[in-house]
Each structure stands twice: as C-alpha cells, then as structure tokens.
C-alpha cells in the first residue's frame, strides 16, 4: 500500500535554531500534502495544505514566516521550523493524498521536536 | 463548517470484550469517512474507510457502517485484543474542500489482559 517516509522522526536542539523535517511518498504522486501538530493526548491541528508547485495554504493563526512549507515535487514536502523556541515543541505529522484518484490521507510516523 | 464528535475516552476493556466507538459527524457536502489508529509514539494509520452510504468498511475485525441517516460511523470489534490499545480518531472528508479531512478528538482505548 501507499507509504509516507517522514524523516527526522526524533529532534533534539538549542532554541533559535532552524530545523527541516521532510515527508515524502514512497509509491504514489502526492498532489496535496498535509501538515498538522499534534499536542499530548489532543488530536490532529491542521497546520497547513500544500499543493505541488504552488504556495502552501496555512490554517488562521498559524505564522507562515514561522513554518515554512515547501512542495517542490509530487513526492516531496517540506517543513522548516525556523528560530526554534520551546513552545514549537511538538510532534509534527504530514500527510499526503492524491486527490486524483480520490485516495484517503497516508499518514507519515510523525517528528517529535524537542527545542530546549 | 464540517466536525466530527467521538466517544470520550479514555475506554478501558478486558481482553475479548465488545468495542464500540460512537463517531457522529456534520458536513456540508457528502463526506467520505475514515478510521484512523494510532499507537503511541507513531502517525496515524488508516483502519478503515467508507464512502457512500451504507457502506460498511471492515479490517482487522473492526467495522463501522455509514449511516447517513443518523450522520454516524461507530466503530465496532466483537473480541477486543491487547495489541488494540491506541488511540483512534474518526474522520471525515469532502473533496470540495481542498482534500482536508476534519478529525474527531480521538478515543484513547486500553485493552487489559
């Protein structure tokens, strides 16, 4: 089945520091990827939607200048995290369709980032 | 705009025990609804998925039926296992609305030997 590799799963570092986590899809062309943050025991916030090709969308009140989204390629989405603070801490999971054939979201393992 | 109820947890059950997670959804266009599980420390998986109405999606001994009538998709195993504690989370999606899927607030289920 559909496979979403998400890379770091686990990061570790200092405050202001600007961090890069990637979601890719392994076997299918992903024309929509998903962003959210995930705060303990809470559910999936919807941080942003991102198109291939064109500027990510962001949910009201989240900074688009804070997360940085990229979609260069059907298979890949990036989020950067830039000046990291403590309460960026979270775990950040992505997930990506292909609104084509009207496939469900393929859920990457998420990235637990941890800003001291 | 479109929302998904769950079942508040957390739920706790004995090994081969009867689950039942009530989702309740509104929408408004004509969503497809999913299942999602996930287990501690992972993304989410989808479980199982149902399109139009009456449908009922099925994997692993889970089911839930879409039931327009009553805007529900429960999710149901007969004999509940150890190895089904996660936390599941009921979702709906309306390719109207760019792809997005809205998601309940997730039922934490422990299963106890």
């Known amino acids: 089945g559909a496979v979403v590799s998400q890379h770091p799963s686990w990061v570790i570092c200092k405050s202001g520091t600007s961090v890069k986590i990637e979601c890719r899809s392994l076997d299918f062309q992903a024309t929509t990827m998903f962003w959210y943050r995930q705060f303990p025991k809470q559910s999936l916030m919807l941080m942003a939607t991102s198109n291939e090709g064109s500027k990510a969308t962001y949910e009201q009140g989240v900074e688009k200048d804070k997360f940085l989204i990229n979609h260069a390629s059907l298979t890949l989405s990036t989020l950067t995290v830039t000046s990291a603070h403590p309460e960026d801490s979270s775990f950040y999971i992505c997930?990506?369709?292909?609104?084509?054939?009207?496939?469900?979201?393929?859920f990457g393992d998420g990235t637990r980032l941890s800003i001291l | 705009g479109d929302s998904v109820t769950q079942m508040e947890g957390p739920v706790t059950l004995s090994e081969e025990a009867f689950l039942t997670i009530n989702c309740t959804y509104t929408a408004t266009g004509y969503p497809s609804l999913f299942w999602y599980v996930q287990y501690p420390g992972e993304g989410l998986q989808l479980l199982l998925k149902a399109t139009k109405a009456d449908d009922k999606g099925s994997n692993k001994g889970f089911e839930a039926t879409y039931r327009k009538e009553t805007t529900s998709f429960h999710l149901e195993k007969g004999s509940v296992q150890v190895s089904d504690s996660a936390v599941y989370f009921c979702a709906l999606s309306v390719n109207s609305n760019a792809g997005k899927s809205t998601f309940g607030d997730g039922t934490t289920l422990t299963v106890k030997p």
């Open positions: 997930s990506a369709r292909d609104l084509a054939v009207n496939q469900p979201q393929h």
